[in-house]
């Protein structure tokens, strides 16, 4: 004797047993129990999430002898049901039975009376595949119903239906099962079914279901098979090309280290152990949206994926912003799948291409408490001379000492306003502002003088980002036009800020505060030809950078 399906045996056979669809179980068994069904239901949602369980539940309970416990599952009427017995209720299938014909007939048989129960129940599954014909001789037995009888139409595509049968039926919208939900209902049947399942592989398996319930028990059934009813985390990773969370995150750290030899050398393993790469891509912004939302919130309850240490080890590297530039990257490019040859190939011209978007960030100076070395004069020659390319300098951080000598400037009073002003600037929702309020989104006013401003940030790359010449001219600029707001902008993490006001509040019980740092603000009209060194020496001072390479 063939085996039963885990999805056919476990099969819902009360309302108490349905999961998820909370609020359809609760008003289907209201009405039941008081009375009160209407001639017409229309159930919609993904597959496998119950609808057509839903229906058999509620033809059931409608004739059930004991309509207070409705279903009872002990009448002779819930037992012909479950049994598929039971002469009043009629499944088609509409994916086969389209024809205005097939229609009629049934509502020819509509009109007698019920044969064992209370009501006939027709339910119609896929009924948005019947014929223009067919819809049409339906909908006028929806208009003038026969007494006694309940029609339970059941589609995943209800925008095809005619909209005046919408408009006659109760309609209960199904959404796809919580994950959660899955895992636990997965972990319990197998347990009656004596199977090994690790946590880890159920919640796998939620992942794979897609919200269906039927397909995650499908899934789980197939991987009892292959495993011999002990089913791990690997053993789904073989079966259907999977890859674990970790290396994902090892890849992402890859793209960040800009380390494109691995990055190669993995797809290449990937594509020799089948690894389905679109489905790759999408947990990689799975995990890349678990970073953006720990770093807007610092919180791990709304996290999904990954650790709070994982995602800390990315946002310390990356930054919010980069994680969400790297996130639209990937989602922009994911149609390249559908078109694509070769997957891997797809696959590292997409990394490539969020490898150069990195690259192409504005590089940074190395600021250190020094004065600028300049290079000894070489005689003339006669001979042409070429130029040696103008240094290009990468920002690390600005040195303790410029920081204290920023403090001196600040109060209390201008930091209070400027919070206003940074929150205003965060809340702009237009895309064309989108490029500062990403930057701003991570950090906080640290402190704020007459005439400038320093942020604390959640990361180093976001901080240098900020106090790129370029990126801090143009933000200068955008928050003057928008708040009417003069003040040059300093970026710093946390951590050194901590550091910086230590050191402030010795200096100033020990009487040996520095002199207040000069600001020299961006001008509109500045020479367009200000090369990114002078931006650099104009924004910290020349006594506070060294010039490396060259």
């Keep these: 004797m063939a085996k039963t399906a885990l999805y056919q045996k476990y099969r819902s056979t009360d309302f108490d047993e349905v999961v998820g669809q909370e609020y359809v179980v609760r008003s289907i068994k209201n009405a039941v129990r008081a009375g009160k069904t209407g001639h017409a239901y229309l159930f919609c949602g993904p597959r496998g999430t119950g609808k057509t369980t ?154 794979l279901s897609d919200g269906g319930m039927r397909d995650a028990l499908s899934i789980m059934d197939q991987c009892a098979s292959y495993t011999a009813d002990c089913i791990t985390e690997e053993a789904i990773d073989r079966i259907y090309g999977l890859t674990s969370v970790s290396e994902k995150i090892d890849l992402i750290h890859n793209i960040l280290d800009k380390d494109l030899q691995k990055i190669i050398e993995k797809t290449r393993a990937y594509e020799e152990r089948g690894i389905d790469l679109p489905k790759y891509t999408d947990g990689m912004i799975d995990i890349l949206k678990d970073c953006i939302v720990y770093g807007m919130t610092g919180s791990q309850n709304s996290m999904k994926i990954i650790s709070a240490k994982e995602a800390e080890s990315i946002i310390s590297k990356a930054g919010t912003s980069t994680c969400m530039q790297i996130v639209e990257k990937l989602i922009d490019t994911k149609d390249r799948y559908k078109n694509s040859i070769s997957a891997s190939s797809c696959f590292e011209v997409i990394l490539m291409s969020v490898i150069l978007d990195l690259n192409s960030e504005p590089a940074v100076v190395k600021t250190v408490h020094e004065p600028v070395r300049t290079a000894p004069a070489k005689e003339e020659k006669t001979e042409e001379i070429r130029e040696e390319p103008a240094p290009q300098p990468v920002i690390e951080k600005i040195p303790l000492e410029s920081v204290v000598s920023l403090l001196v400037l600040c109060s209390k009073a201008e930091k209070t306003s400027y919070e206003a002003v940074l929150q205003d600037i965060k809340s702009l929702k237009k895309m064309e502002f989108r490029k500062f309020t990403s930057l701003l989104i991570d950090c906080d006013v640290a402190a704020s003088g007459k005439d400038c401003v320093i942020l604390k940030c959640r990361s180093q790359a976001i901080a240098s980002r900020i106090n790129d010449p370029e990126v801090n001219k143009e933000l200068y600029f955008f928050i003057k036009k928008q708040k009417q707001t003069e003040k040059m902008i300093y970026a710093i993490t946390d951590s050194d800020f901590s550091e910086a006001a230590r050191e402030y509040v010795n200096a100033m019980r020990s009487n040996s505060l520095p002199a207040g740092m000069k600001i020299e603000k961006y001008k509109e009209d500045e020479d367009m030809e200000e090369t990114s060194l002078d931006k650099v020496l104009r924004l910290f001072g020349s006594d506070n950078v060294e010039v490396i390479g060259g």
């Design 54 to 207: 839903m229906a058999r539940l509620l033809a059931k309970a409608v004739n059930c002898e004991d309509p207070a416990n409705a279903p009872c599952g002990h009448c002779e009427n819930c037992i012909a049901a479950a049994n598929g017995t039971h002469p009043d209720i009629v499944e088609i299938n509409a994916a086969n039975e389209t024809h205005v014909e097939d229609v009629r007939e049934l509502i020819e048989r509509s009109r007698l009376a019920p044969m064992q129960g209370r009501h006939k129940i027709y339910i119609i599954d896929e009924v948005h595949q019947l014929s223009s014909a067919a819809s049409s001789a339906l909908l006028k037995t929806l208009e003038e119903p026969p007494e006694n009888v309940i029609f339970v139409l059941a589609t995943t595509d209800p925008q095809k239906l005619l909209p005046t049968i919408i408009s006659r039926c109760q309609r209960f919208d199904f959404s796809k099962v919580r994950k959660d939900l899955i895992t636990a209902h997965l972990l319990h049947i197998a347990e009656k079914e004596n199977i090994t399942l690790e946590r880890t592989a159920a919640e796998m398996i939620a992942v």
